[in-house]
């Protein structure tokens, strides 16, 4: 297979320019790590973005973070862990689920796909903390999006188009996010026993009230028993999960507060510092929860039809996240085809997202939720704005997209 490798910014427009001059379509990719998200594309070229690394410009004092696009997540976590600051977004890390190496994936492909996690309910998704950008088009332009800060974000936002285009639209070659102060600690009240449809009123009844809840989530006894965190993998009955972050003082008040309020058939026990941590990436993450090597959708939908969706689907392993406006599921490959159709019937309104299939699962049934007609045609029309020769990772979301 034939590789572009550009170093710099240069090479990039030049790598894309070449494309678009000999007809070429390209695959773009950075170190890989979410190469099995999305449909496969068709190309014999690739554009290995991997060597865009580097270049940080951290001002803490201002909560701005700018590098190039290829920089690894684990550097710069590593980085604001040490200034006691954090991605709000939350990014996971879905390196392993391809049979990647954990910390693998960069922070451009983060916001390339609009990753984000469970303190989405709180704080909004990756493109809700995205700034500014360089990039190159599919017209081997380079041009830039936002600011450094959110003030200069005027005229047309182009982070939050480029947030979640999939690399379909341009290739970043530099990113500026938001970061913010990491609370001092994290504490995650846990309720056991409870149905699915009477943990999606619990976690509600949190999110609703002034305790200024980070997490919701349940886990059914049947995916509860896989977690590394033993309060959670020894409970014996399903788990609902309730995350609080903040001060000491603040978070042991507010913990008493929501432990008041459950159900009082609902057994009761509490996660704090590292044990919380640790159960929020298992969350964030997924792998360690769902069984490997089988298929995963990622629904998002209304909280009151999680519980619809998994009755409608029994031989499903799955959980909630979001307060059960995110239902993740698991189910064989094979069944794929039969199980789609049901699955969208069953979550109403809601969008599903194939994470992992097979290449031909992936050929077979939707990855991305169907766009409707107009969206379709706008959909189409902002990717010949950018890309009109579709050089770009063709057919990555949607044919001919």
Not at 158 to 168: D, N, R, V
């Amino acid at each position: 297979m034939e590789v572009f490798k550009p170093t710099n910014a240069a090479e990039l427009k030049d790598a894309i320019a070449a494309c678009v001059s000999n007809d070429r379509k390209v695959e773009v990719r950075g170190t890989g790590s979410k190469r099995g998200l999305g449909r496969a594309v068709a190309s014999s070229l690739v554009l290995d973005t991997s060597a865009l690394k580097g270049g940080i410009d951290y001002q803490p004092e201002e909560l701005v973070l700018s590098c190039a696009a290829a920089t690894p997540m684990r550097d710069l976590l590593l980085l604001l862990e040490q200034r006691a600051q954090m991605f709000a977004f939350e990014p996971p890390d879905l390196a392993p689920l391809y049979g990647g190496e954990a910390g693998a994936g960069t922070i451009g492909g983060a916001l390339a796909a609009n990753l984000g996690g469970p303190r989405r309910v709180k704080i909004g998704s990756a493109r809700d903390h995205f700034l500014g950008f360089s990039a190159v088009s599919g017209r081997a332009e380079a041009f830039k999006g936002g600011g450094k800060v959110v003030k200069n974000v005027t005229g047309y936002d182009l982070p939050k188009l480029m947030a979640g285009s999939m690399g379909t639209l341009a290739v970043f070659d530099t990113v500026t996010v938001k970061v913010m102060p990491a609370p001092p600690k994290s504490r995650t009240v846990l309720a056991f026993g409870l149905t699915p449809d009477e943990a999606v009123t619990v976690l509600a009844d949190a999110l609703n009230s002034p305790w200024e809840v980070s997490g919701a989530a349940y886990l059914p006894a049947t995916t509860a028993v896989h977690s590394a965190v033993d309060h959670v993998k020894n409970a014996g009955a399903s788990v609902a999960a309730i995350r609080v972050e903040g001060t000491s003082v603040s978070v042991t008040a507010r913990c008493e507060a929501l432990r008041k309020a459950l159900p009082a058939k609902a057994g009761q026990e509490e996660l704090h510092s590292m044990r919380s941590k640790a159960f929020w990436e298992e969350v964030r993450d997924v792998r360690a929860l769902l069984p490997a090597n089988t298929a995963l959708w990622r629904v998002s939908l209304a909280a009151t039809q999680a519980s619809t969706l998994v009755a409608a689907l029994p031989d499903s392993a799955y959980y909630f996240d979001w307060g059960g406006g995110l239902v993740w599921l698991a189910m064989d490959d094979a069944a794929i085809s039969k199980q789609a159709p049901r699955l969208r019937a069953a979550m109403g309104e809601g969008h599903a997202t194939l994470i992992r299939a097979s290449d031909a699962s992936r050929a077979s049934v939707p990855v991305f939720e169907p766009l409707s007609a107009p969206v379709m045609a706008l959909t189409r029309g902002i990717k010949s704005q950018f890309d009109p020769a579709g050089v770009l990772n063709p057919g990555r979301m949607y044919e001919g997209v």
